[in-house]
């Protein structure tokens, strides 16, 4: 007599991540307030839930390996300034903040990828006050090149008085200006990057991105990263998303379905996504 196969439940996975027990926590959390739990267990499971966030930004940086001293001081010089009195004041046309420096962790992760992909050749999109361009210039040989997009003329002379402190800001050339002419432009130069960091104006990383593949800036086994990938949470959440979330989402949506490249999204401070190009025009190779 032949039995039938039982269905069986699928298993829920344990949580065993710093986010997924954070996730369950909260999930007990709300059960208890809605069982109406005493205040004492309600602020225990907050204080659970806390522990596994607060500390964990200044944990990485701890664990990561310390900056050089001109990133140091190219970060105080950042900090300290009044962005808003810029603006204010028409220095920028452009409401720039302190928070929008790369710092410790991910300065030090694009320092990593540079050294270990042996680049030569590096472009990027967005310099803002040019600390990701010095770290990742602290990881070219003597003769490696790095040329930065800023679109904001005060930023960038920031980042020129900044970078000229150190032996390695010899090896970084800043263009002013709309990023997509100077992308044409490099096109029309004939020059190919080993590896591209994007970390702009959000509205328009998908157009960044299609001119870097279409043009073929990005040389044969060459990177992309791209920075905010996971945009304050808002591409995976379902509150309200803003205008730059939309357009991350978007941005996400399309290269994970672009078969002409292999992509992974690694949650580095606000995400971070690397992109390889696996099939080569032959004009490009």
Known sequence: ???????????????????????EKLAELKRR????????????????????????????????????????HL??????????????????????????LSGKVEGQFLKMLIASTKS??????????????????????EDGQLIACEYDKFAANIAKKQLS????????????????????????EHKTFDFIFIDADKPNYLNYYKSIMDLGLLAKDGLICVDNTLYQGQVFSTFEISKNGKAIREFNKFVAQDDRVQNVLVPIRDGVTIIRRIDYIEEYT
Not at 3 to 16: L, S, V
Not at 121 to 138: D, H, R
Request: glycine share 2%; charged share 25%.
């Open 33 to 72: 307030i809605l069982e109406k739990a005493s205040e004492a267990e309600v602020i225990a499971l907050l204080a659970q839930c806390q522990i596994l966030v607060d500390p964990l930004e200044d944990y990485l940086t701890h664990h990561t390996s310390k900056p050089s001293e001109a990133l140091n």
């Open 1 to 23: 007599m032949r039995h039938k196969n039982k269905k069986t439940e699928p298993q829920t996975r344990r949580a065993i991540t710093p986010s997924s027990i954070l996730s």
């Open 75 to 100: 970060e105080f010089e950042t900090n300290k300034l009044d962005w808003q009195a810029a603006y204010d004041n028409s220095k920028t046309d452009l409401k720039l903040e302190k928070e929008m």
């Open 120 to 141: 030569k050749n590096v472009l990027e999109i967005g310099s803002f006050t040019g600390y990701a361009s010095l770290a990742m210039a602290e990881a070219l040989p």
């Open 165 to 188: 402190k150190s032996t390695h800001g010899k090896k970084v050339d800043i263009k002013i200006g709309d990023a997509s002419i100077t992308l044409n432009q490099l096109h029309q």
